[in-house]
């Protein structure tokens, strides 16, 4: 790791830089600590090596505190406050929410209050700004007319308008091309069906609902028990229908917490003659005594040659009694609103999802206006807020294939000889990964909906939906480091591993970074010029994504309910170092890791309560099915059924998801949603408009959740700034402030984080990073400021593989990542300034290393930008602290009167 000797940074340990010593090496000391992690260290604070490496080898470059004691002082930093803090507040309310109780401190100093532009999504409309009754907090689900006409929401999707679509589709007149949200059902098949003697053998992509959030549970957490809150209240989450009729909640459980739904029939049809694969080729009719009973006669089998149901057809009109569940894979409620200069506020929410919320396969590279037209997004090229993606079934994580419309026509796979003829007695086909509404088409990305339909949803029907709605998935992924208790690689004891865990899948909210940029120049959608700049010297974006997140038990309302969601994940319950759990698994055990010597709090109070906060297992994996023993268990129960819960499935390895690509296209149900920034390489962030080179303004991310950056930001392998160079025009100041901030490269892909990359060099495990998430070299020009984790003492149990085991991971590791950036030789270029504001209390997830489940490490190019040494340099929003220096005083003497 390279420290640089002087302002300005090093591209070289030669040019004002120095390296640090490498474990085990023979200067090994640079370091605060030696020997084993923790806080306190496992061994002696080195203060003869550290003070003289800090002050004469870094030039005071690289500096510490006190390391909590005042007999082995640092080496200079000071304890940084925020105004607030001193009042009772923690320094995590930075990136909270507003409360109507806020400090005058406080409420100067969120972000949410300096922000111009705010994104926020709640399960309850209540949660946003104009509360339940207002039109522009918009649910995104698309729920159709009940028996009375009423309770319908977005039945027919956001209609698109020209230039939101490629313009090489068809055009839609006189009907509207519309986008509907992410639906599943049990009737779509995943991978090839194969008939025999009539009966089917055929994959279900979706086979069960969501387990149900009953009332029960909702009193649990002091919701009340109203039947008909559940956990989006007070709609209902997600919604589902099961034969055309809707359903608070979901599909029951049995008492083994498997699912009572049976996924409908599907029958493979034949056609006339089928091609044979086995020896001797040629063609054969289908034998007449193995043709399923409800199949046209032979011959007049058409796409989509599987039937649901018994059904003879599958087209749009379907009745939905041939499914037996319909469910949102997205859900919850959503506003985008800005500020204008005067300081007024103004709803957008129609208007950003009118530009789009669909994207391809991979996250966008390039916005709307590059080169080709539609930059790197072929569904909405001018989306800026990306919600879901192609379901591409069967996938292998290949993110260059398209999805297909078609599926293959049925083929003989066995015959049988009756008569002295060769009959086909059993064929199979491979059905299409998406679905058109008219045969024959091509256009799967839509549905095509007439003006009667549009104007008309309280008559809507569930038949009367595209069959489009079924082509999504919603945007998901699997952390590492937030879903496994321990760095174990499963695929070492288990080969074929395919396995994870509810705590890790992550549901993704992705911002067009290029597209935002291009909103507020006015390039696309109408209001993006009227947004405030001036105020912050720039734009700050405020993200808050509050679905799924249960209230917190140990935190009351002012009128004493404990019916509150603070921002917590309510997962601290993630150490279980020696506690009464197997430490060795990280089995929670409901009770607080001791306090180590030396400190006042315990290392999994991240929210600095005093009490456990694990109140967020309580919903976590409704929408998974599949452990290693049974298919149709739901991951909920076993999660619950632990006591306490157990969100790891540490029980054995059978109570895993057994297939992590089965939680990638599902509903995420608990507080594990995040944000993810794409498509800001350089020139992409927004600037000032008319700002100069020496003060172009800039952009800032505040969010309350964790924050992913994937690929280039605000910079590029031509940027002058890696060797010592000047800033080009393009260039932002820019920032990141978040619950905790990862890294993940211009090669980082969605897809191979759940199913792995065995096509290249990998396998199908989601714990091995090597292999299956390569990271290539990235460029990042941002400062970042965020949470890490407490540290704890090393545990005895643990070996020396894993001697980062009980640390935060230490400067070098503040930014996480999920990738191999070794196995490459990847470069992980890094220019800002980085700050260790709180502990994340969202992603609590603790640092791992070094059997390498989580990541191998890049090697870090970190340089300080010294744009941030000037006012015009810094990001808007940049947080402001308060550090009294007492430089000297006097004493004034004055006669004491009786007038005072």
């Not at 049974?630 to 998801?657: C, E, H, K, Q, W």
């Not at 905790?740 to 290249?760: I, R």
Request: proline fraction near 7%.
């Amino acid at each position: 790791m390279y420290i640089p000797t002087a302002v300005g940074g090093c591209s070289t340990p030669t040019t004002n830089c120095t390296t640090k010593a490498t474990n085990g090496g023979s200067a090994y000391g640079d370091g605060s600590v030696q020997g084993a992690g923790g806080d306190p260290a496992q061994s002696t604070y080195n203060t003869t090596i550290w003070n003289t490496f800090s002050k004469t080898t870094t030039n005071s470059m690289l500096i510490n505190g006190n390391y909590g004691s005042k007999t082995l002082v640092g080496t200079g930093a000071k304890k940084l406050s925020m105004p607030f803090v001193a009042q009772g507040a923690q320094p995590y309310q930075i990136i909270r929410r507003s409360l109507s109780t806020d400090s005058t401190a406080l409420s100067q100093s969120r972000e949410y209050n300096l922000a111009q532009i705010h994104v926020l999504l709640s399960d309850d409309p209540a949660d946003l700004p104009g509360g339940s009754g207002d039109s522009n907090n918009i649910r995104l689900a698309n729920v159709p007319a009940n028996s009375s006409g009423t309770g319908y929401n977005l039945p027919y999707g956001i209609t698109m308008t020209s230039g939101n679509y490629l313009a090489s589709l068809p055009s839609p007149s006189p009907n509207t091309y519309n986008l509907y949200f992410a639906t599943a059902s049990n009737a779509m098949p995943s991978g090839t069906c194969a008939s025999s003697g009539g009966a089917t053998t055929c994959p279900v992509d979706w086979p069960y609902p969501p387990a149900p959030w009953t009332a029960a549970m909702m009193s649990a957490v002091g919701a009340g028990t109203d039947p008909n809150c559940v956990l989006l209240c007070p709609t209902g989450a997600p919604f589902v229908s099961n034969n055309g009729t809707t359903i608070a909640g979901s599909s029951t459980l049995s008492g083994a917490g498997a699912s009572t739904t049976v996924p409908p029939a599907l029958t493979l049809c034949p056609t006339a003659t089928m091609t044979y694969t086995g020896s001797g080729g040629g063609t054969l009719a289908p034998l007449s005594t193995d043709v399923p009973a409800n199949c046209t006669t032979a011959g007049a089998a058409a796409f989509p040659y599987y039937l649901t149901g018994g059904s003879t057809t599958f087209t749009e009109t379907t009745t939905e009694s041939q499914m037996t569940g319909t469910w949102n894979l997205i859900d919850g409620w959503l506003r985008v609103e800005y500020k204008d200069a005067s300081g007024n506020w103004h709803p957008v929410t129609s208007e950003w999802l009118q530009l789009g919320f669909a994207r391809g396969l991979a996250a966008p590279t390039l916005p709307g206006s590059s080169s080709p037209a539609a930059g790197t997004n072929p569904i909405n090229p001018n989306a800026i807020l990306l919600l879901q993606e192609p379901a591409d079934r069967v996938s292998s994580g290949n993110v260059t294939a398209s999805v297909s419309t078609t599926e293959t026509a049925p083929v003989c796979t066995a015959k049988s000889k009756v008569g002295g003829t060769y009959y086909c007695t059993a064929w199979a086909i491979t059905p299409a990964q998406v679905l058109v509404d008219t045969a024959g088409g091509t256009v799967w990305q839509f549905g095509s909906t007439t003006t009667a339909e549009n104007g008309a949803p309280a008559s809507s029907t569930l038949p009367l939906e595209s069959l489009s709605r079924f082509n999504w998935y919603p945007i998901n992924f699997y952390d590492a480091r937030e879903g496994e208790p321990r760095d174990v690689v499963w695929s070492n004891t288990y080969p074929s591993d395919a396995s994870c865990t509810s705590n890790g899948i992550m549901n993704a909210v992705e911002i067009d970074v290029g597209n935002l940029k291009r909103w507020l120049a006015g390039s696309i959608g109408s209001t993006g010029t009227s947004v405030d700049y001036a105020t912050q010297n720039g734009y700050i974006l405020y993200f808050s994504d509050r679905r799924g997140m249960l209230p917190n038990p140990n935190v009351a309302s002012g009128g004493g309910a404990n019916f509150v969601k603070t921002g917590d994940s309510g997962l601290e319950d993630v150490i279980n170092a020696n506690g009464a759990g197997d430490g060795a698994a990280g089995t929670p055990d409901g009770a607080l890791e001791p306090i180590p010597a030396g400190k006042t709090v315990s290392p999994e109070d991240v929210n600095l309560s005093g009490v456990l906060d694990n109140y967020g297992t309580d919903n976590l994996g409704l929408g998974f099915y599949g452990t290693g023993t049974n298919g149709a268990i739901n991951l909920n129960y076993f999660i619950v059924a632990a006591n306490p819960n157990d969100p790891f499935g540490t029980a054995s390895y059978n109570s895993r998801i057994a297939n992590c690509g089965t939680a990638r296209k599902n509903w995420v149900s608990g507080a594990r949603h995040v944000l993810k920034l794409v498509d800001g390489a350089f020139g992409n962030v927004p600037l000032v408009p008319g700002g100069t080179l020496a003060d172009p303004g800039g952009f800032t991310v505040a969010s309350e959740n964790p924050t992913y950056v994937q690929g280039d930001y605000n910079s590029n392998s031509a940027d002058p700034f890696w060797s010592g160079g000047a800033d080009l025009s393009g260039h932002a100041a820019a920032s990141v402030i978040a619950d905790a901030v990862t890294m993940l490269s211009d090669s980082w892909v969605d897809q191979q984080s759940t199913l792995g990359n065995p096509s290249s060099g990998g396998n199908n495990s989601p714990t091995l990073a090597a292999g299956n998430r390569s990271a290539t070299t990235t460029y990042y020009r941002l400062a970042v400021a965020g949470g890490k984790n407490l540290a704890f003492p090393f545990p005895a149990w643990e070996n020396n593989t894993d001697y980062g085991f009980g640390t935060d991971g230490g400067v070098h590791n503040f930014l996480r990542f999920l990738e191999d950036w070794n196995s490459s030789g990847a470069t992980l270029n890094y220019g800002g300034s980085l700050v260790s504001l709180y502990y994340a209390t969202y992603g609590t997830g603790v640092f791992k290393c070094c059997a390498y489940s989580v990541y191998q490490p890049p090697t870090r190019n970190y340089i300080f930008d010294t744009d941030f040494t000037s006012p015009s340099g810094l990001p808007p929003g940049t947080p402001l602290f308060r550090d009294v220096e007492s430089l000297s005083y006097w004493q004034l003497f004055a006669p004491r009167t009786n007038s005072n």
